[in-house]
């Protein structure tokens, strides 16, 4: 789905820190953390729903998702 891929796209492009995903990730993005349940903790309390595998905190955008949910995801990031 196209519409998946720009929001995705969007996560990627806004966040600082390093995303571990191959370009061809489909709507999965994975970004590092030292901490990455501490990370889905966090984010959690900001109403930013992740799950986290080997060191990194995983974000997958649906049909349901919008731009809205990536500005929140962003600013919830920059909180971590």
Same mark, same amino acid.
């Given at each position: 789905n196209a519409?998946? $891929?720009e929001?995705? *796209?969007a996560l990627v492009?806004g966040? !600082?820190r390093?995303?571990?995903?191959? @370009? %061809?990730?489909?709507?999965l993005v994975?970004?590092?953390?030292? @901490?990455? &349940? &501490?990370?889905?903790? =966090?984010? *959690? !309390? =900001?109403?930013?729903i992740?799950?986290?595998? @080997? $060191?990194?905190?995983?974000?997958?955008f =649906?049909?349901?998702?919008?731009?809205? @949910?990536v %500005?929140?995801?962003? &600013? &919830?990031? %920059?909180?971590?």
């Open positions: 519409r998946i $891929g929001l995705t *796209q492009t966040t !600082k390093r995303v571990v995903t191959p @370009d %061809e990730r489909g709507a994975c970004v590092e953390f030292d @901490d990455p &349940a &501490a990370a889905v903790a =966090h984010l *959690q !309390k =900001h109403g930013v992740t799950s986290w595998r @080997d $060191g990194s905190v995983r974000f997958s =649906h049909f349901y998702n919008d731009e809205g @949910d %500005e929140a995801a962003l &600013a &919830a990031l %920059e909180t971590v």
